[in-house]
């Protein structure tokens, strides 16, 4: 390989999800001394433009976001649509869903990374449109998802 | 709760059980452009005073580390011998393990956990004998299991 596919000073998130999220980030808020975050809800695909393996998505998740320095932890409670929240609680109930990346190009990273075998499983944007992510499938080669997160410079 | 368990700022490692840390970190050394690090065996009970559930236990495990601005991303081995590594990597296969904090004082952090329902699952010394960590049964609470990370002023 070339180059590196991620930069490792770029890991800025773990993300765990949970049946419960309002339930969960109280304990959080318990253990940290922090107050209960504000639960966020994801919208639909007609703004969040989710797609799952590359179609078209209604998936959506409850988020809560705790800020801990250079990582941000983020819970999150999945719909029941499929998605690669839904599947992980379905298959591995609650525990450390993906470890997030800070990404500059995510077409480059995605590409990268496909041709080491870690193709894209879920894609979206932001709930506020300021940026997209990206899960890819490296879970049998890096022992957990990776997400890529690109914050859009123009808006 | 009067004082808050855990400082979020003090969140210094990520812990990741894989059946081949060699092979998983030949993986993470390629995806982020690192020199395959070196393999530590930890040793057994004789110098690690490892206890699981409160008992002298010979478990040890191969482990992997890689440094990623604040988080070190570690890599966990676990031999057959019963440890939170072997459990989980039975009950969920290849995953993140857990996640580590600093802290000053790990008796009096033990006891505030416990006394919130999380008590303390495993125990050992660094395989340098510099300091000691401490598992404590989180997952339901939290989503994960904690570790709590003293190393030692007075060596």
């Known amino acids: 390989m070339a180059a590196p596919m991620l930069q490792p000073e770029t890991l800025c998130q773990v993300g765990f999800v949970v049946h419960d999220v309002k339930a969960t980030a109280k304990k959080y808020a318990e253990a940290f001394g922090f107050p209960v975050p ?3 809800e994801t919208p639909g695909y007609d703004k969040a433009k989710t797609t799952v393996e590359g179609k078209p998505s209604e998936a959506t998740a409850k988020l809560a976001f705790f800020q801990t ?18 599947d992980f609680l379905d298959k591995n109930g609650e525990g450390v869903h993906h470890i997030a990346f800070r990404v500059q190009d995510t077409k480059a990273t995605e590409a990268a990374l496909a041709a080491e075998g870690m193709p894209v499983l879920q894609q979206g944007l932001f709930v506020d449109g300021s940026g997209m992510y990206t899960y890819v499938d490296s879970a049998a080669q890096l022992g957990v998802i990776v997400e890529l997160l690109e914050v859009f410079k123009n808006i």
């Open 69 to 86: 320095g250079q990582l941000v932890v983020e819970l999150i409670e999945p719909d029941k649509t499929p998605s690669v929240w839904r």
């Open 38 to 40: 504000r639960i966020i």
